[in-house]
């Protein structure tokens, strides 16, 4: 039986991951924040099962910021495989909370990576990159050579967290890898980007609790994919013969009013009569033209993205009508 440990196991990907691994065989260990007390809802129905939670999976209270409270679990665990997707990932806070985020998504791959190299059998290494790294690229699509080159502080902390990971590959031996992640969503996606954002108020206002949706820039487009495929990635690229860096996207552009359209239609309601654009949710920089290009993986991994933007936004609409209006 094959040992993996994740940190960020309650986040959406992290909750998914654990799933895919489980349904593998793994023993999986995660670890979560004091702050949530394990009680986040991606990871409910894997807790209330007997035969799985503290038989195949083990929760583990721990701080990125505290190398000695990963420390223990992760020898406790000795791993064959690391999944590190813990990150402060939210890319507008990231310009509020720019030494934070450069501490827990920058600083917090580096403290991995290290304790990896020490640990007496080094497992493989994956890090959840992101197409943040490429900021607003002259060459599109992007794939593993476009020039990294962020205009967020998000980003310039996962470029961070990206080129550390290939000087451990090359310096250290380690099997080191990133996942050069385009955003991927899904109904576990957290409530404050911008597809759960859509379709949560849009079945808040379905259910007639909100009278109306206030976004950003809904012309800002992006590659949008479904965060069950990436996982597949995630695994797949440590399963691979040899470390290498692979982008996972879906090589198609979509703007948010494309996600507006889908999931006010999916209500049965008109978008023009309840949406809004304001200042406060327009960034002081948003990358252009992010699109990927992910033949790397296609080529070496198999992988393809399997489940489309538009049914992707329809399973997040249906379980969010599900949620309030029990539909
Ligand atoms: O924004 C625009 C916003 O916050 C998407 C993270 O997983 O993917 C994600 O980062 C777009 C941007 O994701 C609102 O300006 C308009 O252009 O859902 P988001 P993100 O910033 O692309 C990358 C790959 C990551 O690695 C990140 O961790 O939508 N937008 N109006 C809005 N965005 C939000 N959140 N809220 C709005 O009201």
């Known amino acids: 039986m094959k040992r993996a440990f994740i940190t960020g196991i309650e986040g959406q990907d992290g909750s998914y991951l654990a799933e895919l691994l489980l349904a593998k065989n793994y023993e999986v260990h995660g670890i979560f924040r004091h702050s949530t007390n394990g009680g986040a809802v991606n990871l409910r129905h894997l807790k209330a099962d007997p035969q799985i939670f ?7 209270p721990a701080e990125l910021d505290d190398v000695d409270s990963i420390r223990v679990p992760l020898e406790q665990c000795a791993p064959d495989e690391i999944y590190h997707l813990a990150s ?7 310009f509020e909370k720019v030494e934070e985020t450069c501490r827990i998504t920058g600083l917090g791959a580096l403290r991995l990576l290290e304790l990896t190299r020490k640990l007496p059998k080094a497992p493989r290494f994956f890090h959840a990159s992101s197409s943040e790294i490429f900021g607003s690229p002259e060459q599109s699509p992007q794939d593993e050579t476009t020039p990294v080159n962020p205009i967020t502080p998000y980003g310039c902390a996962k470029a961070f ?8 590959r090359k310096n250290f031996g380690l099997f ?5 992640l385009f955003n991927h969503e899904s109904p576990r996606r957290g409530e404050n980007f911008v597809t ?31 965060a069950r495929d990436y996982v597949r990635g995630m695994w797949l690229a440590l399963q691979h013969d040899t470390p290498e860096d692979f982008v996972f996207a879906t090589g198609k552009l979509h703007r948010v009013q494309d996600i507006v359209e889908l999931a006010f239609q999916a209500a049965g309601l008109e978008w023009q009569k309840f949406v809004r654009q ?36 329809a399973e997040m609409m249906a379980a969010e009508l599900h949620a309030v209006l029990n539909l």
């Open 54 to 60: 503290e038989r195949t999976l083990f929760l583990h």
């Open 88 to 94: 402060q990932s939210h890319v507008g806070a990231s």
């Open 161 to 168: 967290g990206t080129q550390m990971t290939r000087i451990y």
């Open 176 to 180: 080191a890898v990133n996942g050069i």
């Open 196 to 226: 759960r954002k859509i379709c949560r108020a849009v079945a808040a206002i379905k259910a007639g609790r909100r009278q109306e949706l206030v976004l950003g820039d809904t012309s800002a487009q992006r590659d949008w994919g479904h």
């Open 278 to 313: 304001e200042k406060q949710f327009f960034r002081p920089a948003d990358p252009r033209q992010v699109i990927g290009n992910a033949a790397k993986a296609k080529n070496l991994l198999d992988w393809q993205p399997e489940i489309s933007f538009e049914q992707t936004i």
